[in-house]
């Protein structure tokens, strides 16, 4: 069993920064992929950004050059830098990461940015 553990949503003004971290425990050997999704109201669930274990990093068109993804594969930690950040980055921020065939889900953040 894999558990995520996410953090650092919360309200901001737009044009402000948050940085998301998702710990992932438990009974594994290497984690392949790490990334983060959201969910806006009424919306499906979309990709923002994903970092594999040994190759490029990948972003939502609606996301380069305003978010970083990073991972410490050490502490099988996942980190998301969010900055010039706008209303429409208003969504439920899910973390989630594949071992082999099986992808994992973290509870999910609101991240609610004011304009």
């Known amino acids: 069993q894999v558990q995520l553990v996410e953090s650092g949503g919360g309200l901001v003004q737009a044009g402000g920064s948050l940085r998301l971290s998702c710990a992932a425990s438990g009974s594994f050997f290497s984690i392949d992929a790490m990334g983060w999704y959201r969910q806006a109201p009424g919306k499906q669930r979309e990709l923002v950004a994903a970092?594999?274990?040994?190759?490029?990093?990948n972003y939502a068109d609606s996301v380069k050059g305003r978010f970083t993804i990073s991972r410490d594969s050490a502490k099988n930690t996942v980190f998301l830098q969010m900055n010039s950040l706008k209303p429409e980055d208003t969504a439920v921020y899910y973390c989630s990461v594949r071992i082999r065939w099986s992808v994992y889900w973290g509870q999910g953040t609101q991240v609610t940015v004011s304009s």
């Open positions: 970092i594999p274990s040994g190759g490029s990093t």
